[in-house]
Nanobody
Framework: QVRLVESGGGLVQAGGTLNLSCTAS????????MGWYRQPQGEQREWVTT???????NYADSVKGRFTISRNNAQNTIYLQMNSLKSEDTAVYYC????????WGQGTQVSVSS
């Protein structure tokens, strides 16, 4: 059983910064890919970013250059630094881990006021 716990969401003004974190526990491998999806209210969930166990990063075009994902394998934790936030970044952000199955966190709300 894998459990993902996110933290760090909140309300910020446009142009501001927020940092999210997600810690995994349970039967996981340090080589598991982890990352973030987000779901704006009333819309479908969309992929944001992924980091592999080896540290390779990929980003959606909408966040490239503004968001940075990192990980601490020793603590089974990933981080998402979100800079230059825009109102369209407002969403519930979900952490995921790809192992034998795909696992999801409970989500954390990010709200950006314009």
């Amino acid at each position: 059983q894998v459990r993902l716990v996110e933290s760090g969401g909140g309300l910020v003004q446009a142009g501001g910064t927020l940092n999210l974190s997600c810690t995994a526990s349970g039967s996981i491998s340090g080589h598991s890919a982890m990352g973030w999806y987000r779901q704006p209210q009333g819309e479908q969930r969309e992929w944001v970013t992924t980091i592999t166990g080896d540290g390779e990063r990929n980003y959606a075009d909408s966040v490239k250059g503004r968001f940075t994902i990192s990980r601490n394998n020793a603590q089974n934790t990933i981080y998402l630094q979100m800079n230059s936030l825009k109102s369209e970044d407002t969403a519930v952000y979900y952490c995921f881990l790809t192992g034998d199955l795909n696992y999801w966190g409970q989500g954390t709300q990010v709200s950006v006021s314009s």
